[in-house]
């Protein structure tokens, strides 16, 4: 287990939204984050809305080649983070070869929030809740994407900044920049 747990800030939304002493209500955005898009900041943030306390994990999934290193993708999302006061209640955390109901138990996590651009991602994300809730109890809440997010996915940045599109607009600023030094534009993209 690799774990990165500090809070990017106080944590919490303040005082007013819970009464003393009331249990800190908490979810988790997992995702792989590489790199971490405006659709995901969306999701982030809404999530942060509805919860006292968001833990953003970022994991490492065998299934996809990662281009950013994990503690890479944890930078870029502590810096987007920490540049927006709306999120001073997310924190982001780094987990690798453990089961995401196990991490969440662990932080004392009781709902995780997932982002759905469309039927794909929901059928993709179904089974993965239904067995999270059936070995832990912990419940799975679907967000629908912002609409002008919809087809913005993190593998297809990575592609369209290989071939030198453009995706400004789509990513953080500073996510375009990494992306562009370690990708650039490919001399052959042309027709």
Known sequence: MT??????HGGGPGPDA????APVRRCACPGSYDPVTLGHLDIIGRAARLYDEVVVI???NPRKAGLFP?????GLLRGEIEDDPALANVRV???????????CRELDIEAIVKGVRSEADYAYELPMAVMNRRMSGIETLFLPGAPEYSQV???????????????GGLVPERVRAALGSRLGAREDAGP
């Open 153 to 167: 996915s993190s593998s297809l940045m990575k592609e369209v900044v290989r071939f030198g599109g453009d995706i």
């Open 18 to 21: 819970r009464s003393a002493g």
């Open 70 to 74: 994990v503690a890479e993708r944890v």
């Open 3 to 8: 774990s990165d747990n500090p809070p990017a």
């Open 93 to 103: 955390a780094a987990f690798s070869g453990r089961l995401l109901v196990d991490v």
């Open 58 to 60: 970022v994991l490492h």
